[in-house]
C-alpha cells in the first residue's frame, strides 16, 4: 500500500502554489501581460484545485481500517519553552504543519474548487479594470491564507490564516482605493474583525493554558503518542476528571473562540461590516465575503467543536445568536434595492443558520450547509456581478426587470441558485437547509426551548424565499426599468464568466444531493464521512443528545419547509409581479416598518452613537490632553528650558570663554604692530624698501665701488 | 674712444630715471616700462665693461638680459591683464593682495 503517496506528502504545496504566484505578482506584476498574469495567478490555483483533489482522492480510497486523517509536520514553528498550565509547568511548542481530515477535505475542496472558478469569472469580470495584476495578486495570497486556515494543523497556524484572510478580506474590499466609500468600507471591515479577534486571541491563550497544546490532535501523525493534541488531553483531562462537562473554563474558551467566528462570520453584534463591504469588486464578494473566508467562523468553531460539545452554554449563545441572526438578516434584505446588498444579507442570514446547526450540535450539518452555501452564494454573487456587467455597472433592482430573455447565460444559473438558497426539494439548499431544520427539532424532542430556535428556522426560510424571489423578480421577470440609455446596451458576459455560472449551477444542484439517503430515513453519509473530525470526547456525565423521529416526521417537516418556502415565493408573485405596484402601496402604508427596516434597524446608527462617536470623544480628549499637556507642558516646556540654558551658556560663551580666548590672540598681534607695518601689500613700497637697502648698502661699502671707479682710466 | 666714465654716467641716469619711475608712477604699465630702463642700464653698464676690458662675456650676459627683458615684459603683461580681468584697474596702489 503506497500511503501516503505523492499528493498527501505533498500536502504543503496547495497554499504554495498560490502564495509564489502572489510573490511573482508582488515583484514583477506590474510587468506583466494580461495573459500571463492570468497564468500563473488562475494557474497556480489549478494546481492548488489539482492537489487537494489528488490528496483528498486519496484519503477517500483508503482501506476502511485505515483512519481517513493525515498530518504533516513541516518544522518547528514556535520552539519549545517551559509554560505554566493548568496541569502545571508545561513544555509548549507549535509547528508549522497540516493537517487532512474529512473536515478540511471539504473545506480544501470548497476553497479551490469555488477559488478557481472565481478566479476564472474575474478574468472576464476583470478585463477592463486598472490593477489587474494587483487585484489577482491578492486574489491570490487570499487562497494562500485561506488554505493555510484550513489546512493548519494547530490553533495558532489558524489563527494565521484567520488574519492572513482579515488583511487580504481588507485589501480587497478597498480594491477601489480612490474611492472614499470602499476605503472606509475596508477599514470598518477590518476593524469590526479585530474586535472579534480580540476574543479569539484571547481564546487561543486560554487553550494554551489550559491544555499546553494547540494542536488539534495527535492523529494522522506517523508517531502520536510522541505528540499531545488538544483532543487527546481533553480526553485524558476528562477521563480523570479534572475537568467535568460544563466546566466554566471550556465555556469561556468556547465563547471567546465564538467572538473571533462572529466577527469573520458576520454574526450578531459584528455583521455591520459585511453589507459594507460590497463595495469591493464583485468577484470579491462571492469569494471571500460569500463562498469561503465568512464561513472560516463555521469551520473554526467545527474544528473546535469537542470543546464546544462540553461547553453546553455556550452552544446555546451560539444556536441563539446564528439564529437571531438568520431572522434579523433576512427582514433586513427583504427591502434592500441595491442587489448586491441584498445577497449581503442573504449571505449573513445563511451563515446564522450554519451556527444554529453548530449551536444545536449539528457539527456535520453546518459543514453541509456551509458547501452547498458556497456554491449557490458564489453563484448568486458572480450572476448578480454578470447583471451589473450587462447593465454597466447598474447594481439598483429598481432600474432592472424583463432581463430573464436579454441575458439567458446569467439568467438561467442564477435562478437555479435562487431555487437552491430558497430551498427547493432537489436542489442542494432543500437538503442542506432541511439538515439543519431537522436537528433543531431533533434537539427539541430532548430540551423543550430548542423549539424556538427551529420555529425561528422555519420562519426564516419563508423570509428567505420572499425576498430571493423578489430579488428575482425585479431583476429578470416583469417590464424593463432599465434606463432608455443603458437598454441598447445590455450584453451578454463574455465566457469566461458564464463558464463558471454553469458550472457553479450544476454543483448548487447536485452538491445536496450527498444528503440523499436522508429521503429514505438513511444516515446522510456526507455526515458519515465527517463523524471523525467531529466525533468530540467521551463523557460520562453529560452530552448533547438527540432525540429520535420517524420517517413521516422527517417528511412532516420538510413538508412544513416547503410550504413556507412556497409561502414566500407566493407573497413575493403578488407584490412583486402580478401587481407591481401593490409593494410600493404596502410599503407607503406602514411607513414607519418600512423606514425602519431600510435603515437596517438603524444598528449603524447605534453603533455611532454607542461606540464609534465615543471613541471619537476618547480621541478628541486625548489630542486635547496631547497638544496641552504632552506637547504643551512636556515638549514645549522641555525646550523652554533648553532655551533658557543655551542663553545662559552663550552668554557665558561669549564673555567669559572668547573674551579669554581673544585676549589671548591680542597679544601677539599687539606685539607684531610695528613688523606688520612694513607689509603694505602694494610693491611700489616694495621698490622703495629695496632702494633703501640698496643706498644703505652703498653706504657700507660704497667706498669700494669708489676705489674701483677710480682705478679706471 | 670715449671715456667709460661716460657711459656709467649714461647707464647711472637711466637706472635713476627707472628707479623713480618704479617708486612714483601708479600705472603698472609704465612701471614695468621703468623696469625695462633698469634692465638697460644694466646692460649699458655690462656692454660697458666688456669693451673696456676686452672681455666678451659681458656681452654675452647683455644678450641674455635682453631675452630675459622680453620674456619677463611677456610675463608681466600677461599678469597685468589678468588682474585687470579681475579688478578692472592697473594702478599699482589698488593691488595690496600681497598683504598677510
Redesign the interface.
Known amino acids: 500500500m503506497n500511503f501516503p503517496g505523492y499528493f498527501l506528502s505533498h500536502l504543503w504545496l496547495i497554499p504554495l502554489f498560490p502564495l509564489a504566484s502572489a510573490t511573482a505578482m508582488f515583484f514583477f506584476g506590474r510587468r506583466l501581460q494580461k495573459d500571463a498574469v492570468n497564468l500563473f495567478c488562475v494557474g497556480s490555483v489549478f494546481l492548488s484545485f489539482l492537489h487537494a483533489t489528488g490528496a483528498v482522492f486519496k484519503l477517500l480510497t483508503l482501506p476502511a481500517n485505515q483512519p481517513r486523517v493525515y498530518q504533516q509536520i513541516l518544522f518547528q514553528w514556535v520552539t519549545p519553552g517551559a509554560m505554566p498550565t493548568s496541569t502545571g509547568l508545561v513544555n509548549f511548542a507549535a509547528d508549522w504543519g497540516y493537517l487532512l481530515d474529512p473536515l478540511s477535505c471539504v473545506m480544501i475542496i470548497v476553497v479551490t474548487f469555488v477559488g478557481f472558478l472565481i478566479h476564472v469569472y474575474s478574468i472576464g469580470y476583470m478585463a477592463h479594470e486598472g490593477g489587474y495584476y494587483r487585484f489577482f495578486g491578492y486574489l491570490n495570497l487570499f487562497m494562500f491564507s485561506m488554505l493555510t486556515l484550513v489546512l493548519a494543523n494547530n490553533l495558532l497556524l489558524l489563527f494565521v490564516g484567520w488574519e492572513g484572510v482579515g488583511l487580504c478580506s481588507y485589501l480587497l474590499i478597498g480594491f477601489y482605493l480612490l474611492k472614499k466609500s470602499a476605503a472606509d468600507a475596508g477599514r470598518k471591515a477590518f476593524i469590526v474583525n479585530r474586535i472579534g479577534d480580540a476574543g479569539f486571541l484571547l481564546g487561543l491563550l486560554l487553550v494554551a493554558a489550559t491544555f499546553g497544546t494547540v494542536r488539534f490532535t495527535s492523529q494522522g501523525l506517523a508517531d502520536p503518542a510522541a505528540f499531545s493534541g488538544i483532543l487527546q488531553t481533553l480526553a485524558s483531562m476528562i477521563s480523570q476528571h479534572q475537568f467535568a462537562y460544563g466546566a466554566p473554563v471550556f465555556t469561556a474558551i468556547a465563547l471567546l473562540l465564538f467572538a473571533g467566528a462572529a466577527g469573520k462570520s458576520a454574526q450578531i453584534p459584528l455583521y455591520v461590516w459585511l453589507p459594507d463591504a460590497m463595495e469591493g469588486p464583485t468577484p470579491v464578494s462571492a469569494l471571500i465575503h460569500a463562498a469561503t473566508m465568512v464561513t472560516a467562523g463555521v469551520y473554526m468553531v467545527a474544528r473546535m467543536s469537542a470543546i464546544y460539545q462540553i461547553a453546553p452554554v455556550a452552544m446555546d449563545v451560539v444556536a441563539i445568536i446564528g439564529a437571531t441572526t438568520a431572522i434579523f438578516a433576512a427582514t433586513m434584505a427583504i427591502v434592500q434595492t441595491d442587489i448586491k446588498k441584498v445577497l449581503a444579507y442573504s449571505t449573513i442570514s445563511q451563515l446564522g443558520y450554519m451556527f444554529l446547526a453548530l449551536g444545536v450540535g449539528a457539527f456535520a450539518a453546518g459543514i453541509f450547509h456551509l458547501m452547498t452555501h458556497a456554491f449557490f452564494q458564489a453563484l448568486l454573487f458572480l450572476g448578480a456581478g454578470s447583471v451589473m456587467h450587462s447593465l454597466s455597472g447598474q447594481q439598483d433592482i429598481r432600474k432592472m426587470g424583463g432581463l430573464r430573455y436579454a441575458i439567458p447565460a446569467t439568467s438561467v444559473p442564477f435562478i437555479i441558485a435562487t431555487l437552491a438558497i430558497t430551498g427547493v426539494p432537489g436542489l442542494s439548499g432543500f437538503f442542506s437547509k432541511n439538515e439543519i431544520l431537522g436537528h433543531a427539532f431533533n434537539r427539541h424532542l430532548m430540551v423543550d426551548r430548542y423549539l424556538a430556535l427551529w420555529a425561528v428556522g422555519l420562519v426564516t426560510a419563508g423570509l428567505t424565499s420572499f425576498y430571493m424571489f423578489r430579488l428575482l423578480f425585479e431583476t429578470f421577470y416583469g417590464m424593463s426599468r432599465v434606463p432608455v440609455e443603458a437598454e441598447g446596451h445590455i450584453h451578454e458576459s463574455p465566457k469566461t464568466m458564464t463558464v463558471p455560472l454553469m458550472i457553479l449551477a450544476f454543483f448548487s444542484i447536485v452538491s445536496g444531493w450527498l444528503a440523499l439517503p436522508v429521503l429514505w430515513g438513511e444516515e446522510s453519509p456526507f455526515e458519515r464521512f465527517l463523524e471523525p473530525s467531529l466525533r468530540g470526547v467521551e463523557t460520562d456525565t453529560g452530552a448533547i443528545t438527540f432525540g429520535h423521529y420517524t420517517l413521516p416526521v422527517e417528511y412532516a417537516l420538510m413538508a412544513a419547509s416547503v410550504a413556507f418556502v412556497a409561502l414566500g415565493f407566493w407573497l413575493a408573485y403578488k407584490l412583486y409581479l402580478e401587481n407591481p405596484k401593490l409593494h410600493t402601496k404596502l410599503a407607503a402604508s406602514w411607513p414607519r416598518l418600512h423606514n425602519f427596516l431600510m435603515h437596517k434597524y438603524y444598528v449603524d446608527e447605534i453603533y455611532d452613537a454607542l461606540f464609534v462617536n465615543r471613541i471619537k470623544d476618547l480621541s478628541t480628549a486625548l489630542v486635547f490632553f496631547d497638544a496641552r499637556v504632552i506637547d504643551g507642558i512636556g515638549v514645549d516646556g522641555a525646550g523652554w528650558l533648553a532655551r533658557v540654558f543655551s542663553r545662559l551658556s552663550m552668554w557665558w560663551d561669549k564673555w567669559v570663554v572668547d573674551a579669554l580666548v581673544n585676549t589671548l590672540g591680542w597679544f601677539p598681534k599687539f606685539l607684531s604692530m610695528p613688523v606688520r607695518m612694513f607689509?603694505?601689500?602694494?610693491?611700489?613700497t616694495?621698490?622703495?624698501f629695496i632702494?633703501i637697502g640698496l643706498a644703505i648698502l652703498l653706504g657700507v661699502y660704497g667706498h669700494h665701488v669708489q676705489m674701483f671707479?677710480l682705478t679706471?682710466? | 674712444m670715449m671715456?667709460?666714465?661716460h657711459y656709467?654716467f649714461l647707464s647711472l641716469a637711466l637706472f635713476v630715471i627707472g628707479?623713480i619711475g618704479?617708486?612714483?608712477r601708479r600705472n603698472v604699465i609704465i612701471?614695468l616700462m621703468s623696469i625695462e630702463l633698469i634692465l638697460n642700464a644694466v646692460n649699458i653698464n655690462l656692454v660697458a665693461f666688456s669693451r673696456?676690458f676686452g672681455d666678451v662675456a659681458g656681452q654675452v650676459f647683455a644678450l641674455f638680459i635682453i631675452a630675459d627683458a622680453a620674456a619677463e615684459a611677456a610675463v608681466g603683461l600677461g599678469i597685468i591683464i589678468a588682474f585687470f580681468r579681475n579688478r578692472e584697474t592697473v594702478l599699482?596702489?589698488e593691488?595690496?593682495?600681497?598683504?598677510?
Open positions: 607689509q603694505t601689500g602694494v610693491f611700489s616694495y621698490a622703495v632702494l671707479v679706471l682710466h | 671715456p667709460i666714465g656709467l628707479a618704479v617708486i612714483t612701471v673696456y599699482a596702489d593691488m595690496d593682495l600681497l598683504k598677510w
